[in-house]
């Protein structure tokens, strides 16, 4: 499973990393995406990075702001965020697939995502 960790409450206009941990499997071999969901709002996707480290944005409101990146040898994910505008609260989560070109119900993993709160 896939353990997102690192949000909080931030202003508008903050920053914060979130990692994406897994257990029980090498995160090396996989793509690894990140989601979020907002209230009342379908969950989209943000960021992919392949198992080569190659990058695919989804189209979204979050380019030029957020950057996706891992490090193999922690087993883990990132997604660095900056200039958080209110309207980017959601639950984000990360989650995991053969490759960044599968769709959203092929990725698994999930785990229970982690609240971002933008808000001054």
């Known amino acids: 499973q896939l353990q997102a960790f690192g949000g909080g409450s931030v202003q508008p206009g903050g920053s914060l990393r979130l990692s994406c941990a897994a257990s029980?499997?090498?995160?090396?071999?996989?793509?690894i995406a990140w989601f979020r969901q907002a209230p009342g709002k379908e969950r989209e996707g943000m960021q992919c990075i392949s198992s080569s480290g190659s990058t695919t944005y989804y189209p979204n409101s979050v380019a030029g702001r957020f950057t996706i990146s891992r490090d193999n040898a922690k087993n883990t994910a990132y997604l660095q965020m900056t200039s958080l505008k209110p309207e980017d609260t959601a639950v984000y989560y990360c989650a995991s697939a053969s490759g960044c070109d599968a769709p959203m119900r092929a990725f698994g993993s999930w785990g229970p995502g982690t609240l971002v709160t933008v808000s001054s």
């Open positions: 029980g499997f090498t995160l090396r071999n996989y793509a």
